[in-house]
């Protein structure tokens, strides 16, 4: 199994960036699939997590701190989840992982000891 995620970069605060997180080895429709930072001596933290079947979103959720400005979302039949920022902030600033979760349930899909496989990091930094 393996998690590529893509598409970090460096930005001017209020811009945009989109992450991939392509998969190979497994089916993203039968996990949840999680994207999580770490921010330089920070504790990794949860940013958005999705669960679809087809072309059906069972659910997303989000951190707080994102809300109204990250969405995420699939493609099943590219077997890829992206997530798009907008408004970006310095405090964004991380390396942001992609993660996939067996199951469809939402319990702990912000936890990252809940999640099976990892992807590397892609590096997002946002100047101000």
């Known amino acids: 199994v393996q998690l590529q995620a893509s598409g970090g970069g460096l930005v001017q605060a209020g811009g945009s960036l989109r992450l991939s997180c392509a998969a190979s080895?497994?089916?993203?429709?039968?996990?949840?699939v999680g994207w999580f930072r770490q921010a330089p001596g920070r504790e990794r933290e949860f940013v958005a997590a999705?669960?679809?079947?087809?072309?059906?979103?069972?659910?997303?959720s989000y951190a707080d701190s994102v809300k109204g400005r990250f969405t995420i979302s699939g493609d099943g039949a590219k077997n890829t989840v992206y997530l798009e920022m907008n408004s970006l902030k310095p405090e964004d600033t991380a390396v942001y992982s992609c993660?996939?979760?067996?199951?469809?349930?939402?319990?702990?899909?912000?936890?990252?000891?809940?999640?099976?496989?990892w992807g590397q990091g892609t590096l997002v930094t946002v100047s101000s």
């Open positions: 999705i669960s679809w079947s087809g072309i059906r979103i069972r659910y997303t």
């Open positions: 080895g497994l089916t993203f429709s039968n996990y949840v």
């Open positions: 993660s996939a979760k067996r199951g469809t349930s939402w319990y702990g899909l912000d936890r990252g000891s809940q999640y099976d496989y």
